[in-house]
């Protein structure tokens, strides 16, 4: 088993709408070059606007005849303030293709009763997939599908192991584009085995570009084997006298997705069941500015983990507006933007705060907007015009959304003849 950057103007239009899928809480993306703000609600019905859910933690389920039947899990999630991310499809293969039970889900329609009857008990359902990349289209389409369907938020499951990603980094982009064309406004995570000799095998710097947050898979069992301890070591992450550690494993996948600037939700390791070090990982997933986090998976996961972390609950970075503040003043404090944190709770008037008001904060360490001139176009004689000084993690794809135009008219406006090759610092004229 294993969350595009948008320009400030669009943050602002559409912080508008509605507020940031809050049942994930996963915190603001920040405006880096491979980040970006949080995207507002998605207007379905099935979907909450912010404020009415809690931060929750997250177990996840791949097949009802591995991890039990529905009412066990729907029992245990309510007990224990829990909400659910359950396995929809593999590829374009929906879950009823890999699993014989009646409760399997072949399609949205029964996503859709699925999330009726886990929101009953007060359990909120999101969603993920492995992606392939063979049909990039095809699988965005079904992503989108279970979001209609009433899914709070999708996870994409991004691996280079054998049954995983087979595609290529246009395909990433493919895929990304078609997602954003159907759920622009939807809350996506990308699930990634974050060790540091993985990472470069799969295009994360693409879906860093259309995603809003990153949870990596933090497996310390798992991981812990010689040949593992030696490539951290290889890697520059030296495990010491401790060797692996909970601590360890999310401080190494913590550092090595900053490069992303996304919000990270980290995946724990279900199959240990001693509590230190499952308090151990947790503590320093919070460390880490995780809000919550989830555990893979409910079929072999101990109850004494589902106790520990109803009494350890999310820790939402949240600030209670007092006498005399200012959002302009707020952003300062917390090292973010006006424009963060008015997306982030769906604010529509900027000046307009009340004492006692809670307002939830971006996460720290926000980078700067896209640098933009004004000038005229080459070789033309108007006299008005935009240009953008490509950054790191910049493509085309992602400036084209970011001024809402398209790669063509963008690839035209400067003569590309190979829309994959923009450089860092090259000076691009908006259409």
């Known amino acids: 088993m294993s969350w595009i950057r948008r320009s400030t103007s669009r943050r602002r239009f559409l912080a508008g709408a509605a507020a940031i899928p809050a049942a994930l809480a996963l915190g603001s993306r920040p405006a880096l070059a491979t980040g970006s703000a949080p995207l507002p609600a998605h207007p379905s019905t ?3 606007a912010a404020g009415l859910y809690a931060p929750r933690h997250l177990a996840w ?3 009802f005849q591995h991890d039990g039947e529905r009412e066990l899990i729907r029992d245990v999630l309510s007990t224990h303030k829990l909400g659910l991310a359950i396995k929809t499809h593999d590829g374009t293969d929906w879950m009823s293709k890999y699993d014989p039970t009646t409760e399997a889900i072949d399609g949205p329609a029964s996503i859709e ?4 009857y886990f929101a009953e008990a007060g359990v909120p359902l999101h969603t993920w997939s ?5 049909d990039p289209e095809g699988e965005a389409q079904m992503a989108a599908e279970t979001l209609d369907a009433g899914a709070q938020s999708v996870f994409l499951d991004l691996e280079p192991h054998s049954g995983f990603w087979k595609g290529t980094n246009e ?11 159907l759920q622009p406004t939807a809350f996506v995570s990308t699930s990634v085995d974050a060790r540091p000799w993985e990472l470069p095998n799969i295009p994360m710097a693409e879906f860093a570009q259309f995603t809003d947050a990153v949870a990596p898979q933090v497996y310390w069992s798992a991981f812990d084997t010689p040949a593992n301890l030696r490539k951290y070591t290889e890697a520059g992450d030296d495990p010491g006298d401790e ?3 909970p601590r360890f494993a999310m401080n190494s996948a913590a550092r090595h997705l900053e490069q992303f600037g996304l919000p990270i939700h980290p995946i724990g390791d279900g199959t240990v069941d001693d509590n230190g070090q499952w308090s151990e990982f947790i503590e320093e997933a919070f460390a880490s500015k995780a809000e919550a986090l989830s555990v893979w998976r409910f079929g072999v996961a101990d ?7 109803r009494d350890t609950p999310p820790r939402p970075l949240v600030y209670t507006i007092q006498s005399g503040d200012t959002l302009y003043q707020l952003a300062l404090d917390w090292d973010t933007t006006v424009d963060e944190i008015a997306a982030t709770n769906g604010l529509t008037n900027v000046n307009y705060l009340f004492i006692g008001q809670e307002l939830r904060i971006p996460r720290a360490g926000g980078g700067t907007a896209p640098t933009l001139t004004a000038s005229p176009p080459a070789g033309s004689g108007s006299t008005g015009g935009t240009t953008y000084t490509v950054e790191p993690g910049d493509s085309l794809w992602s400036i084209a959304w970011n001024f809402d135009t398209t790669v063509d008219a963008l690839a035209e406006a ?6 994959t090759l923009i450089g860092i610092g090259d000076t691009l004229i908006i259409p």
């Not at 009763?113 to 009726?116: E, N």
């Not at 492995?130 to 063979?134: I, M, P």
């Not at 400067?414 to 829309?419: A, C, K, R, S, Y």
């Open 130 to 134: 492995v992606l392939h990349g063979l």
């Open 171 to 181: 395909d990433a982009l493919r895929f990304g584009e078609e997602l954003r064309r």
């Open 414 to 419: 400067n003569g590309i003849t190979d829309i």
């Open 113 to 116: 009763a699925l999330a009726s």
């Open 243 to 245: 060797g692996m550690t």
């Open 303 to 309: 109850t004494a983990v589902w106790e520990l972390l």
């Open 61 to 63: 389920v791949w097949q």
């Open 46 to 48: 099935n979907r909450p």
